[in-house]
Structure formats: structure tokens, C-alpha cells
């Protein structure tokens, strides 16, 4: 059973941190390149970052350098550990294959106030 379970999301002020998790099976997990997308709130769905099974991690030109992916290969387990939040930062946050398989969960919201 394929299961994508995303946690951690809140509201936090701008400047602040949070770190996201994704608690996914390991047959959508193990071998694959993993990562992290956004919704926010009319509009559509974009990348965020990006973690191969092993090697060089790959992020979004908006969050790089303030967001950090890392995966636990024994816990099928990644995460997202988010710093320098600003506004724009306000979405949905989904976790997935990269490229993305037909399973998404149900997201977590974070909300950055200004």
C-alpha cells in the first residue's frame, strides 16, 4: 500500500523556523529520488527540493540556501527543515517521488505571517 503522510506544517512568524516530515511506505520510498512540493493558495503545485536515494540534494531558486532536505534511509523518513520564512513561503506542503508518482498525501499547511 503506497502511503505518503506529511507532518509539522503551523503558523510561525516570518524569520522563523519549521521542520517538515514525510512518513512514506517503502515502496514509493526505498531506491528513489524523494522530495518536496508547495501549493499555495491559487496556485499551482511546484517543486521545492529534491533528495536522490544517496548524492547531491537539489532546491528551488526561492528557498535555497534558508531550506534543508535530508532523508532517513532506515526509517523511510524525510525531512524538511525550513529556516528565514517569509510569506511567500505560505502553502501546502506535499512529499513525493521526484518526478512526482500519482500518490499525494494530504499535505501540511504552513502559514507565515508578516
Known amino acids: 500500500q503506497v502511503q505518503l503522510v506529511e507532518s509539522g506544517g503551523g503558523l510561525v512568524q516570518a524569520g522563523g523556523s519549521l521542520r517538515l516530515s514525510c512518513a512514506a511506505s517503502?515502496?514509493?520510498?526505498?531506491?528513489?529520488?524523494m522530495g518536496w512540493y508547495r501549493q499555495a493558495p491559487g496556485k499551482q503545485r511546484e517543486f521545492v527540493a529534491r533528495?536522490?536515494?544517496?548524492?547531491?540534494?537539489n532546491y528551488a531558486n526561492s528557498v535555497k540556501g534558508r531550506f534543508s532536505i535530508s532523508r532517513d534511509n532506515n526509517k523511510n523518513t524525510m525531512y524538511l527543515q525550513m529556516s528565514s520564512l517569509k510569506p511567500d513561503d505560505t502553502a501546502v506542503y506535499y512529499c513525493?517521488?521526484?518526478?512526482?508518482?500519482?500518490?499525494w498525501g494530504q499535505g501540511t499547511q504552513v502559514t507565515v505571517s508578516s
Open positions: 533528495i536522490p536515494w544517496s548524492g547531491t540534494t
Open positions: 517503502g515502496s514509493i520510498f526505498s531506491g528513489n529520488a
Open positions: 513525493n517521488q521526484v518526478p512526482p508518482s500519482a500518490h
